[in-house]
């Protein structure tokens, strides 16, 4: 009967281990998939920038699908600064942009693997 008990113990403590690592690997996880996704937008507002100061074909498939992601990723930026150089407007707004979102990535990424190293 003893033996029951403490084994029933032990599963139950098991379980809650499992769980535990569960948790702290879909975290782990998670914050790898929010520093990814930060980072990418960050650098298709950058490929934005180049390829708008570079010239680029604005009617080519690749400068469309840059500059219509570009256009979603600026949350509002894209109207920020209005200098009368159409270039210097993108290098300033979408470059604006793209740190935002390095910035908003690192401390999204801090704060959960804040979470994930307390929760030990």
């Keep these: 009967m003893a033996d029951d008990v403490s084994t029933g113990a032990h599963r139950s403590g098991v379980r809650?281990?499992?769980l535990r690592r569960a948790w702290h690997r879909g975290l782990g996880v998670f914050t790898s998939v929010v520093?990814?996704?930060?980072?990418?937008?960050?650098?298709?507002?950058a490929v934005h920038v180049v390829l708008t100061v570079g010239n680029a074909?604005?009617?080519?498939?690749?400068t469309k699908f840059v500059?219509?992601?570009a256009e979603l990723l600026a949350?509002?930026?894209q109207d920020l600064f209005m200098p009368a150089d159409p270039k210097l407007e993108v290098i300033l707004n979408y470059g604006m942009a793209a740190i935002f979102?390095?910035?908003i990535t690192s401390m999204a990424t801090r704060i959960l693997s804040?979470?994930?190293r307390s929760s030990t």
Aim: proline share 3%; with cysteine.
């Design 16 to 18: 809650r281990d499992d």
């Design 35 to 45: 520093r990814w996704f930060g980072t990418a937008c960050a650098a298709l507002l």
């Design 57 to 62: 074909n604005p009617d080519n498939g690749i």
């Design 67 to 69: 500059a219509s992601w």
């Design 75 to 77: 949350l509002g930026f």
């Design 101 to 103: 979102w390095l910035i």
């Design 114 to 116: 804040a979470v994930n």
